[in-house]
């Protein structure tokens, strides 16, 4: 008997009266003497193309590609590729890698160089995941080669004409350069408006903060008024009381003023009642008492004299004549006005 092991990467397939049966991975077994078996790996594959092909537009541009896949159905694949030694594998890696560079060739053929580097991982890699899906899988069954592609992807784009490659590197790099500048500028822009709009809502809630203060000294304002119109209110009927007590004691100060005003004159009147009557008196006398010295004066004044009414000394007696006159009234008065 034959002992099999089959490694944890490994199914093990034993042909038993004809048909092949899946022991499953990692497993071992006792076979009889002439008992046919293989082992298919059960990991993950890689298979890799590169092909050359001018675009639509006549530039030469170079791919890479890859196809990840893994075997999902042993027993289907066993039945179309020998998996015996390694050619099994290779089997499969050749036919993925021609399937993928028969569909890319005809779909770079239709597209420019731009829309090739541009769309490798898109347009050009569902292509080969599309010819790839169709070609393992027969219409109406599932899994007829018994693998299953996980990735199928365009990876790389050269340029094959070295010239134009570096022309279009530094264009590249230009145009990076420039989105880069751009995308500073928008940073900068980005940040100089926040700046304002923060500035905006700092300047609003300012003003927010200052109509709430003049609100509230507002507020306060109506309030400290109604409280002093309130203490008015109050104070106002203590005044007026007090006010017209002031008034009734400044009238009665006023009528005592006037009281001692009024004896103060009587006081005045009875001192100066004497001086009055003592000049009244002498003022009487005095006519009585000059009357002999005026005529004393008279008499002095023409004595000597030798006047006449005719001729040239009329004049001066008629000159004279009013001084005569008051001489006489004065002295009949003083004669005759009696005494009191």
């Known amino acids: 008997m034959a002992f099999v092991r089959a490694n944890p990467n490994q199914y093990l397939l034993v042909g038993r009266k004809g048909v092949l049966e899946n022991r499953g991975v990692a497993v071992q077994a006792f076979l009889l003497p002439g008992t046919i078996f293989v082992l298919v790996p059960s990991v993950k594959h890689e298979a890799t193309f590169e092909f050359t092909q001018e675009t639509q537009d006549g530039i030469p541009l170079r791919f890479k590609g890859i196809v990840i896949y893994r075997i999902t159905d042993p027993v289907t694949a066993a039945h179309l590729f020998d998996f015996s030694g390694r050619d099994g594998i290779q089997q499969i890696n050749s036919l993925l890698t021609h399937v993928s560079l028969g569909e890319l060739r005809d779909a770079v053929s239709h597209m420019t160089m ?5 769309q490798r991982k898109t347009t050009l890699s569902g292509v080969v995941q599309a010819a790839l899906e169709a070609t393992i899988h027969s219409e109406g069954q599932s899994n ?31 145009e990076i350069k420039l989105k880069s500048d751009q995308s500073d500028i928008l940073t900068s822009e980005e940040a100089e408006l926040t700046s304002m709009l923060s500035e905006g809502r700092l300047a609003e809630q300012k003003l927010a903060s200052d109509r709430e203060d003049l609100r509230r000294q507002e507020e306060l304002f109506a309030s400290q008024m109604a409280t002093e119109e309130g203490k008015v209110n109050l104070e106002a009927p203590v005044r007026l009381l007090k006010l017209a007590r002031e008034g009734e004691v400044l009238r009665e100060e006023l009528a005592l003023r006037e ?29 009585l008492e000059q009357a002999p010295q005026i005529v004393e004066a008279a008499s002095k004044v023409l004595q000597g004299t030798n006047l006449s009414i005719y001729g040239e000394n009329a004049e001066l007696l008629g000159q004279l004549a009013p001084v005569f006159e ?4 004065a002295v009949q008065q003083s004669v005759t006005t009696p005494r009191e």
């Open 326 to 329: 008051i001489l006489a009234r």
């Open 259 to 287: 009281v001692k005003n009024q004896v103060r004159a009587s006081e005045v009147e009875h001192e100066l009642f004497l001086p009055r009557a003592q000049q009244e008196m002498r003022r009487e006398m005095l006519p």
């Open 114 to 118: 731009a829309q090739c580097i541009e």
């Open 144 to 174: 007829d080669w018994g693998i299953s592609i996980e990735v199928a992807q365009l990876a790389q784009v050269y340029i094959v004409d070295a010239e134009l490659r570096q022309q279009l590197e530094a264009e590249v790099r230009n």
